[in-house]
């Protein structure tokens, strides 16, 4: 009898109890968390795969529209595809901007962050660089590499 009254007595969490305490944990874990890290966390990688992907589809519009110009315009705050007349000289249509995360850039090798970016009907850049040519700006700098040949990949 003095047993089964000792093991009354005492008093732990059921598995219940600790299942939804995980899941809690996890949630704030997930949700709340990368808020207070702000925007400086924003991966780099991911903006650099970002800014990659724009380059190649601009690349491929003016592969396959030799009649147009198109031109990537970069500013301190974001990104716009212009497509431009055959001569490079009247806008057809701006895309909607594109806007980097809080803290994020996309800068030339030599620092400048406000430039345009243009492929010839060949996917030659008109910047005029062979390598690493732009950063991309976060939580760490990584390089984008453009070749002489219009060959687009991390630098």
Do not use: W
């Not at 594109?98 to 406000?114: E, K, W």
């Amino acid at each position: 009898m003095l047993k089964y009254q000792v093991f009354r007595c005492l008093r732990a969490f059921t598995l219940i109890e600790l299942v939804v305490t995980i899941l809690l944990l996890a949630i704030i874990s997930v949700v709340v968390l990368p808020r207070f890290f702000g925007a400086s966390s924003y991966s780099a990688f991911a903006l650099r795969q970002e800014i990659i992907a724009e380059l190649r589809r601009d690349q491929m519009l003016a592969f396959n529209n030799p009649d147009r110009c198109f031109r990537l315009n970069v500013d301190t705050v974001g990104y716009q595809l212009t497509h431009l007349t055959a001569d490079c000289s009247g806008v057809i249509f701006n895309e909607p901007q594109q806007g980097f995360p809080r803290g994020a850039a996309l800068t030339l090798a030599d620092g400048r962050g406000v430039f345009s970016i243009g492929f010839d009907h060949l996917g030659r850049t008109t910047i005029g660089c062979a390598g690493d040519c732009l950063r991309v700006v976060a939580d760490e700098t990584l390089a984008i590499a453009i070749e002489s040949q219009g060959y687009i990949h991390e630098g």
